[in-house]
Structure formats: C-alpha cells, structure tokens
C-alpha cells in the first residue's frame, strides 16, 4: 500500500515516479502510452487526498505485477496471464469461467466498484490516446462516448454483475460499435462482442472484468512526444 506524508508534492512525485516506470516497462513497437496527461498532475490533483491514495495504490499494484511478469519471462502481450496478475497482487479473484473465455486479442479492463480502472490491457492502447494518469483519475464514462443506447446496455449490466448476489458471467448483447474518446486526441474505434464478469475480495463482489474485441481503430492517434526532449 502506498504511504507517504500528507504533503501533495510526494504524491504527485510518487505519480510520475510509478507511471513512469510503467511506461518504461511496457513500451513496445506496438503498444505505447504517456505516463502523465500533459498538464502533469492535472486530474490527480483535482482527487481528494483519499481518491489520490486509492490511485497511487492502484498504480502501484500494476507496476507490480508488471515486475513480477518481467521476472518470470511473461510477455506484456499475454494480456490474460496480466491480468491474472493484477488480479492476484490487488487480492482479488475472479469466477471459475472467466479466463476461459478470454481471446489473445481481447481488450481487457478491470474496474471497481466505483468504476475506476485497476487494469487495461495493453492492446487497449491501441485504441486509446490518454495517458495512464487520465485512465486511473477519471471514470470510463467521462472518458468514451457511444451510443447512447449502448452506454446504457453496458451501464445495465455493468450494475447487474456488480450486485453482491452476482456469481456468474454475463454476455453483454451489444452490437458492433463505434467507441470514441471525449478528450484528448478523440481517436476512435470499433468493438464488438463481450462479456463482464464479477471479481471478488473476501468473498464479496469487489468489482468487474470487461473483454471486448477490437475490429479496428477509425482515425489514429498522432505521434507521442519523446519524453527525452
């Protein structure tokens, strides 16, 4: 867990030490991100000091199971085996029919229950241009726009698999769609098919899992910046 003084200037200096790290770990040919938005600091520092916490906590628990997959020879493209790991530092557990159902190229995410990102696969970068700070301050309902009916129908089941009697995975019956940022470089994408599934801390419901497939990205993201200049 993360600790540290109640002073804003060692969060946002543990912030950009971790999605840093992450970065560095995970960068590939074919999957890159920014650590920080581009006004550093900007939406961390609008969170309360406990939502900051939580963030840095979430955070930290990524870059572990990154190291821990680094160590054992894991490819950061076996989006499963991550988020497997993700799952097993943070405590959580998921249902028996889950991972079996996942695909190689399934873009992977994992929420709360407040619907805040403990996990995105690292495809998911490639439909996306925010940076880490952006996904782990912001609800992914702030962040894409769809069709209205269908961010209902996700909304729907998103409650349904959360609900403390929840024990099974559900197919999402969704149709092909088109996913589009609200910020940043408002890049978009089209999805289709999958499933949520619930995941468990202690034995309770503690949050959910999200597969879906990219078909393709509609207008791509410009160049990232070096982070060297």
Known sequence: MFKAEVQNGDFLDHL????????????????DFLPLANKPGRY???????SQIDVLN??????????????????FKNQAMLSWKILKSMGFTP????????????????????NQLIFASLNFFKLVSYSLEELYCCSWMELFTRDPQITQTLYEYAMKVMDPSSDRTLEVPVPQHLVTETRAFHQSG????????????????????SSQQLAHVVN????????DK
Not at 44 to 50: G, H, K, M, R
Not at 100 to 111: A, C, F, P, V
Not at 220 to 227: G, K, V
């Open 190 to 209: 089209i999805v289709k098919g999958g499933f949520f599934s619930p995941i468990y801390e202690n034995g309770k419901v503690a949050g959910f899992l």
């Open 220 to 227: 791509q993201r410009r160049p990232l910046p070096s982070l």
């Open 95 to 114: 249902t028996s029919d889950c991972f079996g159902r996942l695909k190689e190229d399934d873009l992977i995410q994992i929420y709360n229950l407040r």
């Open 44 to 50: 961390f520092s609008a969170l309360p000091i406990d």
């Open 16 to 31: 950009a030490k971790v999605t840093g790290q992450i970065q560095s770990l995970c960068k590939t040919d074919e999957f």
């Open 58 to 75: 979430r955070l930290d628990a990524l870059l572990n199971a990154c190291l821990s997959c680094q160590s054992e020879g894991i490819s």
